[in-house]
């Protein structure tokens, strides 16, 4: 399993469900699938996915890719 973070490539709104799929070796369409049929349910889902898009660090920039970090 990869770490927990927030990919670059692949994000559609913070990168949270894109950085679960890659940390858990599933799609990223079916744990967007997922989350959304979760908020079909009652539950804090959208308090934790805020939460989880604060608190995840972004991916690292690969080294040499000609991005300067500020």
């Known amino acids: 399993m990869s770490a927990l973070t927030r990919p670059r490539d692949g994000r559609m709104i913070g ?4 950085g679960l799929a ?3 070796g599933i799609k990223a369409r079916t ?7 979760s908020c079909l349910l009652p539950g804090p889902q959208f308090l934790i996915y805020v939460a989880l898009w604060l608190l995840l660090p972004n991916e690292k920039a690969a080294a040499g890719s000609g991005q300067t970090a500020w």
């Not at 990168?15 to 894109?18: F, L």
């Not at 744990?31 to 049929?37: S, T």
């Open 15 to 18: 990168g949270v469900c894109a």
């Open 22 to 24: 890659r940390r858990f």
């Open 31 to 37: 744990m967007r699938i997922i989350f959304v049929l």
